[in-house]
């Protein structure tokens, strides 16, 4: 709810949270690939490849989505 | 509010399963991995999609999240939270409540006025128990009623028990002895018994006294000769003539109980009256049982008893005996003089008006003595009067 105002707000078409072994990608347009080393999202303009160990999916809604592992590299395609 | 369900979706392709999730848009809060499933907690509409789209998947609904969770561990163990609801109300209400009331004195009269009091103002066995405030306004209530008795009253609570802990107010029953006084007839009759505290009984039994007659002197005489005052004290009791005349009429009102009660909750504001129920009693007594209070609102419990009235007519003797009863309730009016009555005979009696008029003749034994106060002549006096009486007869 906070982070809709948020981007309603500020207008903006995504947003990509790094913390340790986790991402957090918010207005992705959907999930091309998912396996526990790589997972690949299409946002509005590229495709981001995270790539990585053990990565799993914590957390999944409509826009936005929470990922967890190791992760070695992100990539804007 | 939202509701989560936590559910099992079992599959050995996990990430295909999370692949469909994303294409049909579920929202998923927390995912899970198990050995041979994805434990997921997804919204109750969401899951109606996942069972529509997904019908290959085998899914197990596990639990409940947040607010649902713990209203449905409140529904499996009802009984148990009943019970300790139950508990709490009745901890509550056996702590606030007044199981015994103890008047310490041993005066059973004045036990007797502060029970009474304190019925009037709620403090009963199984009542609730009232504030600090209010019992100390409770205490200046009856302080306040008893000036003449109470010197000192505390109420402590011990536990389910009032304790109400009383000092007598002992006065010093002293007669004023500053002046003199005679002892005065203040009605006319015949002496029965003379008792002579202070002074000179100057009356014996069988004589006559007028009104105004001194009964039992204050000046203490030897020889003739006014040797003391004092204010003289005792009774003097006499045969009293009295004639009554009095009315009484023949027709009354009977009021009676039919017997049908009928329960009512009135709530008592400070300005006013709030009767619950409506009433279905035209003609009721109505008894007030005080149940609890909040802050200045009471709450009582309202016996309704019906009644009807009947309009009755006394017989003549009847009607008699309720006449003299009367006259006999206006002769006791002052106790400390009454006596008794030792003899009553109706002169007359008519019927006039639906009344029954009587003439009675009535000796009553009464204490007849007031004091009276007087001034001792002093010798100067005496003396200033002599020389004047001298002089006048020579002039």
Known sequence: ?77 | MKRFLKVKIKTLKKTELLMKLNKIGANIRDISYDRDGVIIEVLSSDLKKIKKYLLSYKLEILDETGVYKVLKNIRINSLTVVAIIFGLILFLILNNLTIKVNIVHQDSELREIIEEDLKKYGVVPLSFKKSYQEYEEIIAKIKEAHKDKIEWLEIDVEGMDVYVRVEERIINDYQETTGFCHIVANKSGIVTRVLTQKGVALVTINDFVNKGDILISGEVKLNEEVKNDVCAAGEVIAEVWYKVKTSYPLEYVDIKETGKTRFNLMVKSPNAEYVILKSRVDKKLVQNKLLFHVGKWEVYLQKESEIVSVNKRYGEEEALNKALEKIREKLMIDPEKFREIIKEKVLQKSVNNDNLDIDVFMVVLEDIGVKKNYTKETESDTSDSKNNGDNNTSD
């Open chain 1, 1 to 77: 709810m906070v982070k809709n105002l948020e981007n309603f707000l500020k207008d903006q078409d995504y947003y990509i949270d790094m913390y340790k072994n986790t991402l957090h990608v918010f207005n992705y347009e959907d999930l091309i690939n998912l396996t526990d080393k790589e997972i690949k999202l299409k946002l509005k303009d590229f495709t981001l490849e995270i790539k990585g160990e053990n990565l799993i999916v914590k957390a999944m809604e409509a826009r936005e989505i929470l990922i967890k592992g190791k992760i070695f590299e992100v990539k804007f395609n």
